[in-house]
C-alpha cells in the first residue's frame, strides 16, 4: 500500500511558464515533508520542505504547498528554467521519534521544454 | 555537497554470488541509510543506522544485510545475489532523525545481477 502517491508519472511545462508538481498521502501520522530532485546519474538532491504546522514554504523560484486536511502537496516551480528538467521525488516522514527514513513517492519526470 | 561516497558506482555480478556495497561519510553524521530505486517504485527503504553496530530493516530488506561497525562506514551485503536485486542503490546520511532534518545522498551504485 503506497503510502506517498504521485499519480503523474511525466509532466511537460514551457520554459518560464509554472511546473506544478502534486504528491498525496495516505498516513495521518506524517508531519514532514520534502521534496527531492534528481538528475540522471546522480543522487537525489534536497529541494525545499514543509512542516506540518505550515501550509507554505517559499525558497526562490520554488514553494511547496501543504493542505493537511486532502493529504496533499504541491511545488510550484516559477519560473520554469531548462535546469529544472530532472525526477522529482516526494517524501514524507513522522517526526514521533525513530530514525527509519523517508517514504519515497515513485517520482514524476519534469520536462521544460524550450 | 555533503561528504559522502559510495563504492562501487556500477558493477555486474552472477546469481548467487556475495556482494558488498560502501557507502563512506566524512560529515560526522549519526544516522545512515541504503535505499534502492526501481523504475515504477521510486526510493524504497532497504536498512537503516541510528548509531555504531545500531541497526535496523526497512521496508524491502529481505536478502540484504548491513553493518556499521566505524561512523563513517555504512555496508550493504547482499547475501546471494539475485537477479531481483538489480537496481541503483544510494546511500543516504543524516545528522537528524526523520522529520527534523533532510537526508543527503550519494552518487549511488548501479547493481546488475546476470
Known amino acids: 500500500d503506497q503510502q506517498v502517491k504521485q499519480n503523474s508519472p511525466s509532466l511537460s511545462v514551457q520554459e518560464g511558464r509554472i511546473s506544478i508538481l502534486n504528491c498525496d498521502y495516505t498516513?495521518?501520522?506524517?508531519?514532514?515533508f520534502l521534496w527531492y530532485k534528481k538528475y540522471p546519474a546522480e543522487g537525489p538532491t534536497f529541494l525545499i520542505s514543509i512542516s506540518s504546522i505550515k501550509d507554505k514554504n517559499e525558497d526562490g523560484r520554488f514553494t511547496v504547498f501543504l493542505n493537511k486536511s486532502a493529504k496533499h502537496l504541491s511545488l510550484h516551480i516559477v519560473p520554469s528554467q531548462p535546469g529544472d528538467s530532472a525526477v522529482y521525488f516526494c517524501?514524507?516522514?513522522?517526526?514521533?521519534?525513530?530514525?527509519?527514513?523517508?517514504?519515497f513517492g515513485k517520482g514524476t519526470h519534469l520536462i521544460i521544454q524550450p | 555537497d555533503a561528504g559522502i561516497t559510495q563504492s562501487p558506482r556500477h558493477k555486474v555480478t552472477e546469481t548467487g554470488t556475495p556482494v558488498t556495497l560502501r557507502c563512506h561519510q566524512t560529515e560526522n553524521h549519526r544516522y545512515m541509510y541504503w535505499y534502492r530505486q526501481d523504475p515504477g517504485h521510486g526510493l524504497r527503504l532497504i536498512h537503516y543506522s541510528y548509531g555504531v553496530k545500531d541497526t535496523d530493516k526497512g521496508e524491502v530488506s529481505d536478502g540484504y544485510s548491513v553493518s556499521r561497525s566505524k561512523t563513517e562506514d555504512f555496508l550493504l551485503t547482499l547475501e546471494s545475489a539475485t537477479s531481483s536485486q538489480t537496481s541503483v542503490y544510494f546511500c543516504?546520511?543524516?545528522?537528524?532523525?526523520?522529520?527534523?532534518?533532510?537526508?543527503?545522498f550519494g552518487q549511488g551504485t548501479r547493481l546488475t545481477v546476470v
Open positions: 498516513n495521518s501520522m506524517f508531519d514532514y
Open positions: 543516504a546520511i543524516s545528522d537528524l532523525p526523520r522529520g527534523s532534518a533532510e537526508a543527503f
Open positions: 517524501a514524507a516522514s513522522d517526526s514521533g521519534g525513530g530514525a527509519d527514513g523517508l517514504t
